[in-house]
């Protein structure tokens, strides 16, 4: 690799076979300093682009390592004094070969990646996105209006033939294959869309982050290195990496809005009770809702109407009178969850305002109180945990140690909860409903989804928690008000890792989900140049 008959300068030689050692070991400190450091240095991957050491970095730290590998053949070509380009090809001890791309240039007296593109050895799947995956793997409707279509579906849903595996495998492996299927995964197919796989769903849906500790951590496609938001994560990568067309997720506290957000997708959490929840694993009945992610609102509305429709739907009752019905050019600004968001999001959300206001539109945009986000959040655990813990305690008692760490302590704070605790906390909630459904009758609530971009892989404990605790603060109010929901990618904010995607909520009066999808794509249209068309 490194003799002369390469051609490759022994300095040059050296620090390749330096930087190939620590691929191999994890040595992150030397991999660090392999790379030039600054704002320009490049890395892509299959997964995106990242720009500067310190994004580099970050990924790095996330990834782990590399599996046993060795350099079968380097080409090498000066392209300058000092500047060099490294072509090498890996195969790698458990089969299949690899490419790797280096632009190094010596920088006082040092040779170090300035650029590096990697092209990962073919992979029947991603098994951190997928469960399980065909082409397809149920056909769906010849003709339909969804007839081209494929959809990713959270392995929380009922299909004929497979088991539910809720994104742990000890429960994959302790369920029993499903007789039926859902309604909600029956109307797309019938439809003419066709199911592309089973997509993981973080552990139990009990999780907006998008990590699963068995089977990985999906990529988040619009921001390389980044969390992809659960715990619709799976579902959500897929349709980012265009591996689907459509996600078939759910919503609690915002499972569908969150990696919608932080993915840069489009993603419509429905009335409470309006898309069937039958063959529907259930975390707190109380706020489990069916959605659908999409990378445009094209295709969201295509959906929304297919299933939300007379024809579509066996099993919903149509909302196709009241919900088609336009809704109201006029928006209510909830303060305290502006508040809430990171200093860019509130930046860029005020400078969205403000183009809405120039945009020649009659529009009314009003400030309103909601009250105290807390007031929402803890007794909405409190509800949640109790019937998390109903839904799946004897599991979990049956199996110990199964679960993650982060998802095991939510249960045990579950399990913690008393009939008096839940009484209280939705006594507590009852109000808080009736307040914002009464300020969404007259007008759309409008506010950013979450608090700012998709936060890196390598957040841990107390950081992490805080993310959760802030975002849940901004995604609960909708859910415990049991109203319709959509998240536009509309914001772009500066992040470690990047320009960042953070989207932009509506949230509207109940039953009037094809309405508010139609309400989002003219605002959409209005406040961003680029098409929401496929």
């Known amino acids: 690799m490194t003799d002369p008959a390469h051609g490759i300068p022994a300095e040059l030689a050296a620090a390749f076979a330096d930087y190939e050692r620590a691929i191999v070991e994890n040595d992150l400190a ?4 392999a790379f030039a450091p600054g704002p320009g240095t490049m890395r892509a991957d299959a997964a995106g682009l990242l720009v500067g050491h310190d994004a580099i970095s970050a990924f790095r730290g996330a ?6 590998r060795t ?16 072509i090498s090809v890996s195969r790698y001890a458990a089969g299949g070969t690899g490419l790797q791309t280096q632009l190094w240039q010596r920088i006082d007296g040092r040779w ?13 799947f991603d098994r951190s996105i997928w469960r399980t995956v065909g082409d397809p793997l ?5 003709e339909g209006p969804l007839a081209g279509l494929t959809v990713a579906v959270k392995d929380l849903f009922a299909i004929r033939g497979y088991r539910i595996g809720a994104g742990n495998p000890a429960y994959l492996d302790s369920a029993r294959a499903e007789t039926t299927t859902a309604p909600a995964v029956g109307d797309l197919l019938r439809g003419g869309a066709s199911l592309r796989g089973i997509a993981r769903t973080d552990e139990f849906a009990y999780s907006v982050a998008g990590d699963n500790a068995h089977y990985g951590t999906p990529p988040n496609a619009a921001l390389p290195g980044a969390l992809p938001g659960g715990s619709s994560s799976g579902p959500a990568s897929a349709v980012a990496a265009g591996h689907a067309d459509i996600a078939l997720a759910t919503d609690t506290a915002g499972s569908v809005r969150v990696p919608a957000s932080y993915q840069g997708l489009w993603g419509l959490r429905t009335t409470h009770d309006l898309v069937p929840r039958q063959g529907l694993l259930p975390l707190a009945q109380s706020f489990d809702t069916v959605g659908w992610l999409t990378r445009d609102g094209a295709t969201l509305e295509r959906v929304a109407e297919w299933c939300l429709g007379y024809a579509g739907s066996e099993s919903t009752e149509s909302v196709r009178g009241a919900s088609a019905r336009d809704l109201p050019w006029r928006f209510a600004v909830p303060g305290e969850i502006v508040d809430a968001a990171e200093p860019g999001t509130r930046r860029a959300f005020a400078d969205l305002l403000d183009l809405l206001a120039a945009s020649g ?8 109180a909601i009250g105290d986000l807390d007031a929402y959040l803890d007794p909405f655990r409190v509800v949640q945990g109790a019937e998390a813990w109903r839904n799946n305690g004897d599991w979990l ?9 982060a998802v095991a302590d939510r249960f045990r704070a579950a399990a913690a909860v008393t009939p008096d605790d839940e009484k209280r906390a939705r006594a507590a909630l009852a109000p808080l409903a009736d ?14 989804t979450v608090p700012g971009a998709a936060p890196p892989r390598t957040a841990r404990g107390a950081a992490l928690d805080a993310v959760r605790r802030d975002t849940l603060r901004m995604t609960t109010p909708a859910a415990v008000a049991g109203l319709p929901a959509i998240s536009m990618p509309l914001l772009t904010v500066p992040s470690p890792l990047g320009t960042a995607p953070v989207g932009v909520s509506l949230v509207s009066r109940a039953g009037t989900d094809l309405a508010l999808v139609r309400l989002a794509r003219r605002l959409f249209s209005l406040l961003d140049p680029r098409t929401d068309t496929p």
């Open 138 to 142: 149920y056909q769906g409707a010849w």
């Open 63 to 68: 990834r782990g390592g590399v599996a046993a």
């Open 397 to 405: 008692a049956q199996h110990p140690g199964a679960v993650g760490d």
């Open 435 to 448: 307040r914002l459904r009464g300020l969404a009758e007259n007008a759309v609530l409008l506010l950013p």
């Open 112 to 124: 170090l990646i300035t650029a590096a593109h990697v092209t990962p050895r073919p992979q029947a």
């Open 30 to 33: 030397a991999l660090d300093a």
């Open 71 to 86: 350099i079968e053949t380097i080409e090498y070509r000066p392209l300058a004094p000092d500047v060099a380009l490294l």
């Open 361 to 368: 539109e009659e529009v009314s945009v009003e400030q309103v």
